[in-house]
């Protein structure tokens, strides 16, 4: 498994921007497909982005294609959740999570690494 850090969250506006960080931890980081996650109140975790291992593949939720852009920086152990034109509905604990046996994944059970959470909140 890997250590995985989220960063970035915070209070904004809609139709404001808020960009994610999620640093891992070990030397494997390149070999790993990453994904975003998310759950608001009183809702089920929901898939929201993932990449590849190479960063060229990407997949996005309905709710978020066009608004959101997931990207990885494998020289810096990160993945990252640019989130543009925000919406209330996208208020969350966001989870950055990683799957060490699949290219890439948008399952929650796919992923066997998750990192603790961080909340982002958007004001109407």
């Known amino acids: 498994q890997v250590l995985l850090v989220e960063s970035g969250g915070g209070l904004v506006q809609a139709g404001g921007s808020l960009r994610l960080s999620c640093a891992a931890s070990?030397?494997?980081?390149?070999?790993?497909?990453m994904g975003w996650f998310r759950q608001g109140p009183g809702k089920e975790r929901e898939f929201v982005a993932a990449i590849s291992w190479s960063g060229g593949t990407t997949y996005y939720a309905d709710s978020v294609k066009g608004r959101f852009t997931i990207s990885r920086d494998n020289a810096k152990n990160t993945v990252y959740l640019q989130m543009n034109s925000m919406k209330p509905e996208d208020t969350a604990v966001y989870y950055c999570a990683a799957d060490s046996f699949r290219p890439i994944g948008t399952k929650s059970a796919d992923f066997n690494s998750w990192g603790q959470g961080t909340q982002v909140t958007v004001s109407s």
């Open positions: 070990g030397h494997t980081f390149s070999t790993y497909a």
